[in-house]
């Protein structure tokens, strides 16, 4: 079972920047795992911002293209979300998420999440 902690999430001025963090631990092998971002705005569903496979391909949702990048360091175990140019709908809690495929087996874990709030 993988556990993840995010770490990064503030306060920052609409056109800022910030830089997410998403720790997995437990007995795993981080480089098989494909890592997601995804946040969730008050009242709305979670939606998927960005995901970051096994094979270094990755993919964005539309509304962050350009602006966020995912990128993960393997021997830390670490995944990244750098955003910049954020906006004021950028707000929400963000969520890391794993997943692993092996054959038949397939298991996922989420991390508690962090809060982005832009404002000015």
């Known amino acids: 079972q993988v556990q993840l902690v995010e770490s990064g999430g503030g306060l920052v001025q609409p056109g800022g920047s910030l830089r997410l963090s998403c720790a997995a631990s437990?007995?795993?092998?981080?480089?098989?795992?494909?890592m997601g971002w995804y946040r969730q705005a008050p009242g709305k569903q979670r939606e998927l911002v960005a995901t970051?496979?096994?094979?270094?391909?990755?993919s964005y949702a539309n509304s962050v293209k350009g602006r966020f990048t995912i990128s993960r360091d393997n021997a830390k175990n670490t995944v990244y979300l750098q955003m910049n140019s954020l906006k004021p709908e950028d707000t929400a809690v963000y969520y890391c998420h794993s997943e692993y495929y092996s054959g038949t087996t397939y298991s996922d874990s989420w991390g508690q999440g962090t809060q982005v709030t832009v404002s000015s």
């Open positions: 970051l496979n096994r094979f270094g391909i990755t």
């Open positions: 437990g007995t795993i092998i981080f480089s098989r795992y494909a």
